[in-house]
């Protein structure tokens, strides 16, 4: 069983920083590709980011230039590093990762990120 482990979330004040981590219970190559969703209250899940095993990277367009997906091997981690922080990125983010054909979805049980002043 593939097991995902978010930490990192939190209350930030606006323009604040955070970095979410997801702990996978093997290798993160293992995974077709792994990424970064969200959910806030009344609104459907959305992708925010995403990293294949191959590297290429896809970010929704109102996070281009302050999220940054990455990832650590060694650490079987996936990262999200989320700056200039906005009252709209309030949500919870999920970490997802998909393996195989055909594909299995995992999610980790997500982490609160509250921006607020």
């Known amino acids: 069983q593939v097991q995902l482990v978010e930490s990192g979330g939190g209350l930030v004040q606006p323009g604040g920083s955070l970095r979410l981590s997801c702990a996978a219970s093997?290798?993160?190559?293992?995974?077709?590709?792994m990424g970064w969703y969200r959910q806030a209250p009344g609104k459907q899940r959305e992708l925010v980011a995403s990293i294949t095993s191959g590297g290429t990277i896809n970010t929704i367009d109102s996070a281009k230039g302050r999220f940054t997906i990455s990832r650590d091997s060694a650490k079987n981690t996936v990262y999200l590093q989320m700056n200039s922080l906005k009252l709209e990125d309030s949500a919870v983010y999920y970490c997802n990762g998909r393996v195989g054909f055909p594909v299995a979805t995992y999610w980790g049980q997500g982490t609160q990120v509250t921006v607020s002043s």
């Open positions: 093997r290798s993160i190559f293992s995974f077709n590709d």
